[in-house]
């Protein structure tokens, strides 16, 4: 099955500045690669996605690129603010309705 | 904002106790899933069903059962509660049919069991 790995852990950052969050995927069949935002006392909910024929999606503050050769991808937030700070998990999927498979987290802590 | 509701949203129990943790969705969606999170935050699928009458055990070994008598609801039982059951338990659904944005997963505020 796919194993998505997921890193760094922890992170923290100023506020203003920006935080990167890495993930590598296994399966090369996978084909669609969500990101979910986990507040406090909340469950996931997803802040963006992308699919295999894109490299590259944008939604203002927050953007994810996608090396399919390399398998792995990556949730980019520029300009920081408080309200980022979050648990942040990334996932790995092959197809419509298929498993979801999650990477183990990182905690976002945006310093003000 | 998902409409998937989860209830109740904190339970305190004692050991040996059957509990029903309750997950309904008003997005018709024929998939959902219940996910187990540690205090690590790492998310462990226990069981999904692609639809009525569909059961099926997730990755993670549960001592759970579930059932889908009906599309909207998808209730996770414990028969006998133990300290080891301590966890948050999140309910997800998801539309496996018509277009690609159809994958999306929808998450419920969870449920925080804690077994004494």
Redesign the interface.
């Known amino acids: 099955?796919e194993n998505v790995e997921q890193h760094p852990s922890t992170l923290s950052v100023q506020e203003g500045d920006s935080a990167v969050i890495k993930c590598t995927y296994s399966d090369s069949a996978s084909n669609?690669f969500?990101w979910?935002k986990?507040e406090l006392?909340?469950?996931?909910?997803?802040i963006i996605?992308i699919?295999s024929n894109v490299g590259e999606k944008k939604d203002q503050r927050i953007a994810v690129t996608l090396n399919k050769t390399a398998k792995h991808f990556s949730l980019h937030i520029t300009e920081t603010q408080p309200e980022d700070s979050a648990?942040y998990?990334c996932?790995a999927?092959w197809n419509?309705?298929?498993?979801?498979y999650?990477g183990?987290?990182t905690?976002l802590t945006v310093i003000p | 904002e998902a409409d998937i509701y989860q209830t109740p949203r904190y339970l305190v129990i004692g050991t040996g106790k059957k509990i029903t943790l309750e997950c309904s969705q008003t997005m018709g969606h024929d998939k959902m899933y219940w996910y187990q999170q540690d205090p690590g935050m790492e998310l462990h699928l226990i069981h999904y069903s692609y639809g009525v009458n569909s059961t099926e055990k997730g990755d993670l070994s549960s001592e759970s059962t579930v059932s889908r008598i009906r599309t909207e609801h998808f209730p996770l039982t414990l028969e006998s509660a133990r300290p080891s059951h301590t966890s948050q338990y999140l309910c997800a659904s998801s539309d496996p049919h018509g277009t690609e944005t159809n994958e999306k997963l929808f998450f419920g505020s969870g449920t925080q069991l804690s077994v004494l």
């Open positions: 099955g669609y969500p979910y986990q006392g909340k469950g996931p909910q997803l996605d699919r648990v998990f996932a999927s419509t309705g298929n498993q979801f999650f183990t987290g905690s």
